[in-house]
């Protein structure tokens, strides 16, 4: 099993910035065997892919609507994972999801293996 906690979240206004962590833990969790990634999922919508990050640190994916704005990074010894999210708009408004994956499509939500229960991220304009 591998838990997964999402904080960070909150309300800020069009243009503000937020820092979202994700905290993994579990006896099934080892950070070397594990790909990071953020979802989200706004009212009405499916669950669509924002950014991915190896086992390293050092590959990264995102999703065309973020690139440039949101950035993603990890810190093995803490077992965190972190999205860094820039001028944001509202439709960045939604909850947002962490989730943890051994083998698939990084940006396929139907293969990450465990998720964690969100965080909301509401943007004012």
């Known amino acids: 099993q591998v838990h997964l906690v999402e904080s960070g979240g909150g309300l800020v206004q069009a243009g503000g910035s937020l820092r979202l962590s994700c905290a993994a833990s579990?006896?099934?969790?080892?950070?070397?065997?594990?790909?990071l990634g953020w979802f989200r999922q706004a009212a009405g919508n499916e669950r669509e892919f924002v950014a991915a990050?190896?086992?390293?640190?050092?590959?990264?994916e995102y999703a065309d609507y973020v690139k440039g704005r949101f950035t993603i990074s990890r810190d093995n010894a803490k077992n965190m994972v972190y999205l860094q999210m820039n001028t944001l708009n509202a439709e960045d408004t939604a909850l947002y999801y962490c989730g943890a994956l051994r083998v698939g499509t990084w940006a396929s939500a139907a293969d990450y293996d465990y998720w964690g229960q969100g965080t909301q991220v509401t943007v004012s304009s």
């Open positions: 579990g006896g099934s969790f080892t950070s070397t065997t594990w790909i």
């Open positions: 990050i190896g086992w390293n640190g050092v590959n990264t």
